[in-house]
């Protein structure tokens, strides 16, 4: 994979998907413990904007994927990888992008487009109210206490029970490095976003059994312009629900702006 070094000398891996178009690259950010391959090319979604017209590019932020994987927690944060997104957009030379994010991508999508006005369209999956009342993801549901605790754990058995299990697992499952996870987990953005500077129309959506997408409309209410829509699952599958894909598409390739709705 390519990659380019971030400014404090992180190096970022990405990918492209080229072809000829004339609208916006979508460019795609992962959740926590994930990365490009996991959320957006295992489910089909990057096939699926491919075959829609777009091209479309994904990042691996800082301490996942492919990426660099320093083991301080002052090299991560939310807004640490939105500036590794706009710096992305820069080395791609790209003029206007539509930017996608799920849960802790969508909080770094949502902080790009705060500074960033070459998001066009902005979709930001995984999240709800949480933001508006706590800057970030929803710590209410997972502490972020708990994910640092879950993943620096010896022994898995020993937090199995935790609410946090199923990213330990996930983490495990793909090889993840835990020291640098739990970095992340300690450097969660916890302050608040100025919402109403997000210029960018946007699409926010969440699965139906999510708790960490609890009442997304909270989330769009807070934004100039903005849609909900609900797909089926909870946080780790309503990325693979057929209509997550679906909604995603029809947003980016939407020929006018649509107007505010809640469904």
């Known amino acids: 994979m390519p990659c380019f070094r971030a400014t404090d000398g992180v190096e970022i891996s990405y990918r492209c998907w080229e072809q000829d178009s004339e609208l916006p690259l979508v460019l795609l950010h992962h959740g926590f413990v994930a990365s490009g391959r996991t959320n957006w090319e295992a489910p089909g979604i990057v096939r699926k904007l491919v075959e829609a017209g777009r091209r479309v590019a994904t990042i691996d932020a800082r301490g996942h994927g492919d990426s660099g994987k320093p083991h ?13 997104v706009t710096t992305l957009i820069d080395v791609l030379a790209e ?9 802790m991508g969508a909080v770094v999508a949502l902080l790009t487009a705060v500074r960033d006005r070459r998001v066009r369209r902005l979709v930001v999956g995984g999240v709800g109210a949480g933001v508006v ?9 997972i502490p972020a206490e708990t994910l640092v605790q879950v993943l620096r754990s010896d022994d898995p058995a020993s937090v199995a029970d935790s609410p946090a299990a199923s990213f330990r697992a996930f983490a495990d499952a793909i090889g993840g490095d835990r020291v640098a996870l739990a970095a992340q987990a300690a450097s ?12 960018a129309t946007t699409l926010v959506l969440a699965g139906d059994d999510d708790p960490l997408a609890a009442r997304p409309e909270l989330l769009a209410g807070a934004l100039r312009s903005a849609v909900v829509r609900r797909v ?8 693979r629900a057929p209509g997550f894909a679906t909604e995603l598409v029809g947003f980016v390739n939407a020929a006018e702006t649509p107007a505010s709705a809640v469904s």
């Open 188 to 199: 969660v953005h916890a302050r608040p976003i100025p919402l109403d500077r997000i210029e």
């Open 133 to 141: 009342e706590l800057g970030g993801v929803d710590t209410r549901v």
């Open 232 to 239: 089926p699952g909870d946080h780790m599958s309503a990325l």
């Open 72 to 84: 301080d927690p002052a090299y991560y944060g939310e807004a640490r990888m939105a500036e590794d």
């Open 95 to 103: 003029p206007e992008v539509d930017l996608v994010g799920y849960s």
